[in-house]
């Protein structure tokens, strides 16, 4: 089956500066790769999705890049700010008709 | 508008015992997901309902695991003979159109096998 790593774990940033998230899939097939934001006590929330047909996707302070060749995803998280603090999971949607998720990244941005 | 719910919000029980937990999907979503989520993971794929038939029920874990969603809306994911392993958040998901489309999260159900 899918297999998703993402890292790090951790990750603390200072208010202002940049946050990247890396994530690589093991199905050549996946197609659909969203990113889901999980604060405590409430449910995954989708805050940025790439397709494979294109190579980079941005809304506002979010941006998010596909290398298809490598297998690979990251989140771009400009200007943190402290309400950016939360877990963030990568997912990859493949053949078999499954999201599959990464483990996830406990981001921590410091006021 | 109306997200997905899930109730309860938590349950507690005893080893043994027999829970349902339901998922009341977003009005018109004809797909609906249950996953479940481990401290410290990601959610993990338990079953998929396309209306209301079971498309693919291949992550539920073993035989004591079993979901309906008899009229194409409301689920329920019912769990016989509790084991404390199965601790865990339940969450639910429902997508428009299934498929490689969106899929909108409820808030989950935190199941504490005693």
């Known amino acids: 089956g899918e297999n998703v790593e993402q890292h790090p774990s951790t990750l603390s940033v200072q208010e202002g500066d940049s946050a990247v998230i890396k994530c690589t899939y093991s199905d050549s097939a996946s197609n659909y790769f969203p990113w889901y934001k999980q604060e405590l006590g409430k449910g995954p929330q989708l805050i940025i999705d790439?397709?494979?047909?294109?190579g980079e996707k941005k809304d506002q302070r979010i941006a998010v890049t596909l290398n298809k060749t490598a297998k690979h995803f990251s989140l771009h998280i400009t200007e943190t700010q402290p309400e950016d603090s939360a877990v963030y999971f990568c997912?990859?949607?493949?053949?078999?008709?499954?999201?599959?998720f990464g483990q996830g990244t406990i981001l921590t941005v410091h006021p | 508008g109306a997200g997905v719910s899930q109730t309860p919000s938590n349950k507690v029980t005893e080893k043994g015992k027999y829970v349902e937990l339901r998922c009341d999907p977003i009005s018109g979503h004809t797909a609906l997901y249950w996953y479940r989520q481990s401290l410290g993971q990601g959610p993990e794929f338990l079953i998929y309902f396309q209306g209301t038939g079971a498309a693919d029920d291949s992550g539920l874990p073993n035989d004591r695991f079993f979901a309906v969603r008899p009229e194409g809306s409301v689920s329920t994911l019912k769990i016989q003979r509790t084991e404390r392993g199965d601790s865990a958040v339940y969450l639910c998901?429902?997508?428009?159109?299934?498929?490689?489309?969106?899929?909108?999260f409820g808030p989950g159900t935190r199941l504490t096998v005693l």
């Open positions: 998901a429902s997508s428009l159109l299934g498929g490689n489309n969106e899929q909108f």
């Open positions: 997912a990859a949607w493949n053949s078999y008709g499954k999201l599959t």
């Open positions: 790439i397709r494979s047909n294109v």
